[in-house]
């Protein structure tokens, strides 16, 4: 077996490190004795609350691998970071980013979030991946495939798994998020895992929320998409680029048609369609354009602020339901109970709403 280990990128420096993509043979031991050592080392609240306002990416990523955990101990002192870094939130621009399997968002991503580290942005990329509902695994591979924007010193890419639950998402990014404005990135990138419920999640955090589409898919594809027109403030055709430029060009008027008769996403605000290749980064200053130009609307009118203190609402009643769900299916009584109840509804032995109410009752009698 080889002892070679290809070189990291620089942004491969978290104790939870997904970098088993650049380790060969038997350096996973040599890997997992530094990630042992790392775990060793336990930082203070205030290490951490200092170092993520002094950019440091090794200690941010270090504190989004605390706010992930589901340790007691490390949920805690989470929250005790979280809660000295709130003065310092708040600050950026949060764009949400979906789009159908092949329409090519960390293509897109990339493309977009060089441009902006280029004209002196600090960009943070949250990369949601789906986690699998059998095995709870996910691929993790959003650093490899932005690889030239994982090197840029002003971006930080954090790919991110779901749990496999809107929860997931609605929770964790939510706090992430906080960290990286926290840690002076102005423009945050969202990428959905773009199958369905998590697109309305990711909708209820973030400012602007984009919709990448492709010339020439499917009526199935073309359906779901159109399920989120009311939900987006911009769809983007993407590969617009050789014989598929004509196709995007259409493509675009005839989102445009459809979208005159939808309502908009965001008040004051009509949402269009546009044209861009993230291979050649044609038309992605335009998209930044029409962001700014977004931000400065909704600004004026007061929208940005209202949809921003909607959002902390929403995510508090998010998170009393997260609480309550959790409480309620860990109470000793609801486990010891639970089995039997629901072989009786399996059986027909019992109406569900019967039985969900005799399992409340039990546990409000506690």
Not at 3 to 10: G, K, N, Q, V
Not at 77 to 89: C, T
Not at 333 to 360: F, H, R, S
Request: glycine share 8%.
């Amino acid at each position: 077996m080889s002892e070679e280990r290809t070189s990291r990128p620089e942004w491969a420096d978290d104790g939870k490190m997904f970098a088993t993509s650049y380790v060969k043979g038997n350096d996973r031991a040599h890997l997992a004795k530094e990630n042992r050592s790392i775990k060793r080392k336990e930082r203070s609240v205030e290490e951490y609350v200092a170092g993520v306002l002094n950019h440091d990416r090794t200690i941010l990523a270090q504190a989004i691998t605390l706010i992930e955990s589901n340790a007691a101990k490390h949920t805690e002192k989470a929250q005790r970071i979280l809660h000295e870094l709130l003065p310092y939130v708040g600050r950026s621009i949060r764009i949400g980013i979906t789009g159908v399997p092949g329409a090519g968002k960390s293509t897109f991503i990339e493309a977009f979030g060089q441009f902006l580290c280029e004209k002196g942005h600090r960009v943070a990329v949250l990369a949601v991946d789906p986690s699998s509902s059998i095995t709870g695994g996910s691929i993790l591979g959003d650093k490899t495939r932005m690889e030239h924007l994982a090197r840029h010193p002003r971006a930080f890419i954090r790919p991110s798994p779901s749990g496999g639950t809107l929860g997931g998402v609605h929770r964790k990014t939510r706090e992430t998020m906080l960290l990286c404005e926290a840690a002076g990135y102005d423009i945050i990138l969202v990428e959905t895992v773009g199958v369905g419920q998590s697109e309305v999640a990711v909708r209820g955090m973030v400012d602007f929320f984009l919709l990448l589409a492709l010339t020439g898919a499917g009526d199935e594809l073309q359906g779901m998409k159109k399920g989120m027109m009311e939900l987006v403030d911009a769809i983007v055709i993407n590969k617009a680029d050789g014989d598929n430029k004509k196709k995007a060009e259409v493509a675009k008027e005839e989102y445009n048609q459809i979208l005159h008769y939808l309502r908009h996403a965001t008040k004051g605000w009509e949402t269009k369609a546009y044209t861009c290749s993230s291979l050649y980064g044609e038309g992605i200053e335009q998209i930044w354009e029409v962001i700014e130009k977004f931000v400065q609307t909704t600004k004026q009118s007061g929208v940005f602020e209202e949809r921003r203190r909607e959002q902390m609402k929403d995510w508090l009643h998010a998170m009393i339901k997260d609480y309550l769900h959790n409480r309620f299916f860990h109470h000793p009584i609801v486990q010891q109970q639970l089995p039997a109840i629901e072989e009786d509804v399996m059986a027909g032995k019992q109406p569900v709403t019967m039985a969900a109410e005799q399992l409340i009752r039990l546990y409000e009698e506690r």
